[in-house]
T-cell receptor
Framework: KAGVTQTPRYLIKTRGQQVTLSCSPI?????VSWYQQTPGQGLQFLFE???????NKGNFPGRFSGRQFSNSRSEMNVSTLELGDSALYLC???????????FGPGTRLTVT | QKEVEQNSGPLSVPEGAIASLNCTYS??????FFWYRQYSGKSPELIMF????GDKEDGRFTAQLNKASQYVSLLIRDSQPSDSATYLC????????????FGKGTLLTVNP
């Protein structure tokens, strides 16, 4: 069974640009969560989608947004990039009513 | 602001010893707690979850939860060099298992 896949794996952007990251969950998983991981703040929850609806949201500014498609694939978008947005962005998927979230390999975003 | 605090590391133990990792949380309403392991350069993987007071054992791992003290711990018996990783404690925020609040992690090194 294929794991969670994220594309691209690495990305370099300039301040002020926008970026879109993609996540394909494990087949059959309908919940997709996004996290930001930095050395200073650790792993922080961004948002979670289930059946194309945002079900939970973290404390990030509106520049961070996401969506989920009918096939459960999810994208997150960051607009007007700032240097502080440089981080590893992880997505995780899970089955309905499951405690276990399976993380993807992440997208390493560098903002210069 | 919900917080999860982990005992500061790094923690170093000899091979075969018991490694003890601790975590406190601020939200008395939290119901579910998770321990993730993250190897350097890899994404987190779930080791155990616990939602009832007491102990939960899985192989060499034992999770302990004390809701009155708002305290969660992970014991690793017969530690192996392959257990060397960062261990992340997380709570399911707001009753959701999909919106996790993570601690900043404890780096464990098991010396042969």
């Amino acid at each position: 069974k294929a794991g969670v896949t994220q594309t691209p794996r690495y990305l370099i952007k300039t301040r002020g640009q926008q970026v879109t990251l993609s996540c394909s969950p494990i087949s059959g998983h309908r919940s997709v969560s996004w996290y930001q991981q930095t050395p200073g703040q650790g792993l922080q929850f961004l948002f979670e989608y289930f059946s194309e609806t945002q079900r939970n949201k973290g404390n990030f500014p509106g520049r961070f947004s996401g969506r989920q498609f009918s096939n459960s694939r999810s994208e997150m978008n960051v607009s007007t990039l700032e240097l502080g947005d440089s981080a590893l962005y992880l997505c995780a998927s899970s089955l309905p009513d499951s405690y276990e979230q399976y993380f993807g390999p992440g997208t390493r975003l560098t903002v210069t | 602001q919900k917080e999860v605090e982990q005992n500061s590391g790094p923690l170093s133990v000899p091979e075969g010893a018991i490694a003890s990792l601790n975590c406190t949380y601020s939200d008395r309403g939290s119901q579910s707690f998770f321990w993730y392991r993250q190897y350097s350069g890899k994404s987190p993987e779930l080791i155990m979850f616990i939602y009832s007071n007491g102990d939960k054992e899985d192989g060499r791992f034992t999770a302990q939860l004390n809701k009155a003290s708002q305290y969660v711990s992970l014991l690793i018996r017969d530690s192996q060099p392959s257990d060397s990783a960062t261990y992340l404690c997380a709570e399911g925020s707001g009753g959701s298992n999909y919106k996790l609040t993570f601690g900043k992690g404890t780096l464990l090194t098991v010396n042969p």
